[in-house]
């Protein structure tokens, strides 16, 4: 189970820091993500972190300002957003592709967490 929380209201230039708690998962031994989805908009990559947090890959719109890290001992993924503007509105979810290593994409078979609203003004 992946567990979501951190997001709220923020008025734009504000930071957030979002945090993916999993139970049942070794994120140690995973790659992990975050994505995002808008109302009316399709689910969207915001960045990846291999197993053993060396390698990142980050979203067009988030480079620069949105910071991923995954603490494997206390097995959770964490999502430092700073800069925040009103387009980084969208419910932010954590994820993990099933039975894989692989980097988790929109698409794939992924556990999924329920979900952190984010808004901001």
């Known amino acids: 189970q992946l567990v979501e929380s951190g997001g709220g209201s923020v008025q734009a230039g504000g930071s957030l820091r979002l945090s993916c708690a999993a139970s049942?998962?070794?994120?140690?031994?995973?790659?992990m993500g975050w994505f995002r989805q808008a109302p009316g908009k399709q689910r969207e990559g915001v960045a990846t972190i291999s197993s053993d947090g060396l390698s990142k890959v980050y979203g067009d719109s988030v480079k620069g300002r949105f910071h991923i890290s995954k603490d494997n001992e206390e097995n959770t993924l964490y999502l430092q957003m700073n800069d925040l503007n009103p387009e980084d509105t969208a419910t932010y979810y954590c994820?993990?592709?099933?039975?894989?290593?692989?980097?988790?994409?929109?698409?794939?078979?992924?556990?999924w967490g329920q979900g952190t609203q984010v808004t901001v003004s």
């Open positions: 994820a993990m592709r099933r039975a894989s290593i692989v980097c988790p994409t929109p698409r794939s078979d992924n556990h």
């Open positions: 049942g998962y070794t994120y140690s031994s995973a790659c």
